[in-house]
């Protein structure tokens, strides 16, 4: 069983910066396909932010294309998120997810996801 745990949520003024990182732990020989992340605003429905796929390029909501940087670390299955430019609507629950295909800017097929840490930006 494989376990993903986000750090670095918090809050941030609009125009500032934060930078999620995820990390799995229990899965020795787990390598998943597509890593990502999503989130999930009040009232709203989860969306895919940014996926990275093996042997590709990430790919990234238009929301947020530009200002949000996806890293990631296959061999160690971690994942990073720098968000800079902060927006008001970005405040969200942001959670790191793998899976087994991808689809535009999320892992779908998803095989394990991380508890999720809150994104909070203020004016």
């Known amino acids: 069983q494989v376990h993903l745990e986000e750090s670095g949520g918090g809050s941030a003024q609009a125009g500032g910066s934060l930078t999620l990182s995820c990390a799995a732990s229990g899965g020795i020989d787990y390598k998943p396909y597509c890593m990502g992340w999503f989130r999930q605003a009040p009232g709203k429905e989860r969306e895919g932010v940014a996926a990275w796929a093996r042997d590709s390029t990430p790919t990234y909501a238009d929301a947020v294309k530009g200002r949000f940087t996806i890293s990631r670390d296959s061999t160690k299955i971690t994942l990073s998120l720098q968000m800079n430019s902060l927006r008001l609507e970005d405040t969200a629950m942001y959670y790191c997810?793998?899976?087994?295909?991808?689809?535009?800017?999320?892992?779908?097929?998803?095989?394990?996801w991380g508890q999720g840490t809150q994104v909070t930006v203020s004016s």
């Open positions: 997810a793998t899976g087994a295909t991808k689809f535009g800017a999320s892992c779908l097929d998803v095989h394990y």
